[in-house]
């Protein structure tokens, strides 16, 4: 089996649409950290490119010559990030017009709209998390009960890939006997 290798940079708004305190727009792929460099301006520091990776920056998100709202902006670079690529996420107010507004300012910088699911999608594919984690993923969301949430916990932390390996070794030792 042939895995696609992706070098486009998604973007998608990451926390539920409505107002609250903290929007969330999500950047990863290839040009993550170039996209970002686009919108954002940090004052009298240096280029993101030039930054760290985990790490978090003051500044303004601009569209152009307008500044759209005032941001942190968390960079890290892959592998360590949730899809293994390089990821910018720009936390901002959390009202939907800004949020929205940021989204496409980000999309007019180089990014596509991400697809749902494709962030852990690319997790999967890029080998960061198994079938199993990502299906927890969507359990986790979708939890209605503290059982339900322990359970896709448990999952997404790699518990049934570790019982699965466990099992595979056991009966590989007595297929090599």
């Given at each position: 089996?042939?895995?696609?290798?992706?070098?486009?940079?998604?973007?998608?708004?990451?926390?539920?649409?409505?107002?609250?305190?903290?929007?969330?727009?999500?950047?990863?792929?290839?040009?993550?950290?170039?996209?970002?460099?686009?919108?954002?301006?940090e004052?009298?520091?240096?280029?993101?490119?030039?930054?760290?990776?985990?790490?978090?920056?003051?500044?303004?998100?601009?569209?152009?010559?307008?500044?759209?709202?005032?941001?942190?902006?968390?960079?890290?670079?892959?592998?360590?990030?949730?899809?293994?690529?390089?990821?910018?996420?720009?936390?901002?107010?959390?009202?939907?017009?800004?949020t929205?507004?940021?989204?496409?300012?980000?999309?007019?910088?180089?990014a596509?709209?991400?697809?749902?699911?494709?962030?852990?999608?690319?997790?999967?594919?890029?080998?960061?998390?198994?079938?199993?984690?990502?299906?927890?993923?969507?359990?986790?969301?979708?939890?209605?009960?503290?059982?339900?949430?322990?359970?896709?916990?448990?999952?997404?932390?790699?518990?049934?890939?570790?019982?699965?390996?466990?099992?595979?070794?056991?009966?590989?030792?007595?297929?090599?006997?």
């Amino acid at each position: 089996m042939e895995i696609m290798e992706y070098t486009d940079t998604i973007a998608a708004i990451a926390t539920a649409m409505g107002n609250s305190g903290i929007g969330i727009v999500r950047i990863s792929g290839e040009n993550a950290v170039e996209v970002a460099e686009k919108v954002f301006r940090e004052p009298g520091k240096k280029k993101l490119s030039e930054a760290e990776s985990h790490t978090i920056h003051y500044g303004y998100v601009y569209d152009g010559d307008e500044a759209v709202d005032e941001v942190l902006l968390m960079l890290m670079r892959g592998p360590r990030s949730y899809t293994a690529e390089d990821t910018v996420e720009i936390d901002c107010h959390g009202g939907m017009l800004v949020t929205r507004r940021i989204l496409e300012t980000v999309l007019k910088a180089g990014a596509r709209l991400a697809e749902p699911g494709e962030f852990t999608k690319r997790a999967f594919l890029n080998g960061r998390i198994d079938l199993s984690q990502a299906e927890a993923v969507m359990d986790l969301i979708e939890s209605k009960s503290k059982y339900a949430l322990e359970s896709s916990v448990s999952q997404l932390s790699g518990m049934m890939k570790q019982k699965i390996q466990k099992i595979r070794n056991i009966l590989m030792d007595d297929v090599a006997y």
